[in-house]
């Protein structure tokens, strides 16, 4: 599985951004996907994340902000982002884990950075 993200920037605090994901290859063997953030200096983080059938598990610092939504095929998803805070800055990762056998390993795309500044 491949992962391509796009959409991060530059915005001022209260603006918006909205984050895409798209999955490529064995999208099949997908069992959810997700974001996933890094500050400086900072663990990487669960930001949102979506499962086939459309259950969805928010960190508790994004809910009501952002908001986390596929596509009918399951190979993309998208994480609008509202109302952004400075401490939303980091580099945003897509995940994707997927079923292999007995295991469900974890693939990462190439992370995209959201800047939230004045």
């Known amino acids: 599985v491949q992962l391509q993200a796009s959409g991060g920037g530059l915005v001022q605090p209260g603006g918006s951004l909205r984050l895409s994901c798209v999955a490529s290859g064995n999208i099949s063997s997908i069992v959810g996907m997700g974001w996933y953030r890094q500050a400086p200096g900072k663990q990487r983080e669960l930001v949102a994340e979506i499962t086939p059938d459309g259950t969805t598990n928010y960190a508790d610092s994004v809910k009501g902000r952002f908001t986390i939504a596929r596509d009918s095929a399951n190979s993309t998803i998208y994480l609008q982002m509202n109302n952004l805070k400075p401490e939303d800055t980091a580099v945003y990762y897509c995940?994707?884990?997927?079923?292999?056998?007995?295991?469900?390993?974890?693939?990462w795309g190439r992370g995209t950075q959201v800047t939230v500044s004045s």
């Open positions: 995940n994707a884990r997927i079923r292999r056998g007995p295991q469900f390993p974890n693939y």
